[in-house]
């Protein structure tokens, strides 16, 4: 027995070590390479040797301060105001270019805020990055809930057995298929601010009212339109995954709630959505790394501009570390990628375990 069961404990091993030795080839050992790189100031091509600077790269990235901006004042002590009224601050350039604060020295304006008649401005060492990070957040904030619930609802709708209803699920699955740099040319000709389907669409059920906006030109509707085109191409997979889900749900619990008299509420409240609660946090972990991921929709569609509006930070990574030629930019935004869905995910794993 106990020879059987070695046999078997070495025909496992000898099955898992290829396995093991592909990931620590391919994923451990790259990652502490490039946590490496980043504490130097490596570059793809350079003549000079390379130089251990320790944390000053993730310095560079995190680095960001307030500061106030008193107004300029006439000399009754009037504050003074411009053409058009608003209040006229002394240039920024002389507290990131005064030697009395040094700590500020080559950090840019990132935004500002008036305080009464003062401005606050946040200030960083790169706005880039910055912008990326926030972006980063703001596609993952609202894919990951919108698309976890468009998936939801339309395996609803799937999970019955109606004539026909293979032909509904092949067609909600088929942008998963398509390569996700098809779907982003496919897109890029939809938000065309000249003559898109989108514009053409909308001015056509507004019999011409509408007018034309360039969907990916425009600061303000970029992210926007990636994040509606990212939700659409991959709403179909989570739909498979809740779909699994529901069909695991025994059906007498909801014979017995018939017989209770639930109403449709009812059952999905107490009955499916408890059965699908280890669904729900796989659907989120799956959609919460994919978000952070985002690149191939960002290099197709805008190259992270305008105005760098659509940055993100794989697409800086990989932007810094072969575009710029930095290996070790890139490689620190890697870390602290890393580091931030790694963190991400021991808090999903965490709230888990308190709701169970």
């Keep these: 027995m106990a020879s059987s069961l070695l046999r078997s404990d070495r025909a496992g091993w000898g099955f898992a070590i290829p396995a093991f030795a592909l990931i620590g080839t391919f994923i451990v050992?790259?990652?502490?390479?490039?946590?490496?790189?980043?504490?130097?100031?490596?570059r793809l091509i350079s003549p000079n040797p390379t130089e251990f600077v320790g944390i000053d790269n993730y310095r560079n990235l995190l680095g960001v301060a307030v500061v106030t901006l008193e107004p300029e004042r006439g000399?009754?002590?009037?504050?003074?105001?411009?053409?058009?009224?608003?209040i006229e601050y002394p240039s920024l350039r002389s507290v990131t270019r005064n030697d009395d604060t040094p700590q500020y020295r080559g950090m840019r304006e990132w935004f500002r805020w008036s305080s009464g008649d003062d401005a606050r401005v946040v200030i960083a060492r790169d706005v880039v990055f910055m912008k990326a990070l926030v972006n980063t957040f703001t596609f993952v904030l609202v894919v990951a809930p919108c698309q976890a619930a468009l998936a939801l609802g339309l395996a609803l709708l799937i999970n019955q057995r109606l004539r026909g209803i293979n032909v509904f699920?092949?067609?909600?699955?088929?942008?998963?298929v398509v390569s996700i740099v098809v779907v982003s040319l496919l897109w890029r000709f939809i938000y065309d601010g000249q003559d898109g389907l989108l514009n053409n669409l909308l001015s056509g059920l507004t019999f011409g009212m509408?007018?034309?906006v360039d969907w990916l030109g425009n600061p303000s509707t970029a992210l926007g339109s990636i994040i509606v085109m990212s939700i659409w191409q991959a709403v179909g997979?989570?739909?498979?995954?809740?779909?699994a889900g529901l069909q695991t749900i025994s059906p007498t619990l909801y014979e017995a709630a018939d017989i209770e008299g639930a109403t449709k509420w009812q059952r999905f409240r107490f009955v499916t959505w408890p059965g699908l609660r280890n669904t729900a946090v796989l659907i989120l972990i799956?959609?919460?790394?994919?978000c952070f991921a985002l690149f191939a929709q960002i290099d197709v569609m805008t190259k992270g501009g305008p105005l760098d509006s659509t940055q993100t930070l794989v697409f800086q990574a990989v932007e810094r570390g072969y575009g710029k030629q930095d290996i070790s930019g890139g490689s620190?935004?890697?870390?602290?990628?890393?580091?931030i869905v790694l963190c991400i995910s021991l808090i999903q794993r965490w709230?888990?375990?308190?709701?169970?």
């Design 237 to 243: 997979f989570h739909m498979v995954i809740w779909l």
């Design 29 to 42: 050992l790259p990652f502490f390479f490039a946590f490496y790189l980043s504490l130097t100031n490596q």
């Design 169 to 176: 699920r092949g067609i909600y699955y088929m942008p998963v």
């Design 75 to 86: 000399d009754d002590g009037t504050v003074l105001r411009d053409e058009d009224g608003n």
């Design 351 to 356: 709230l888990t375990r308190e709701r169970t």
């Design 286 to 290: 799956v959609i919460t790394m994919q």
């Design 210 to 212: 509408f007018q034309p």
């Design 332 to 339: 620190t935004i890697s870390v602290l990628l890393f580091l």
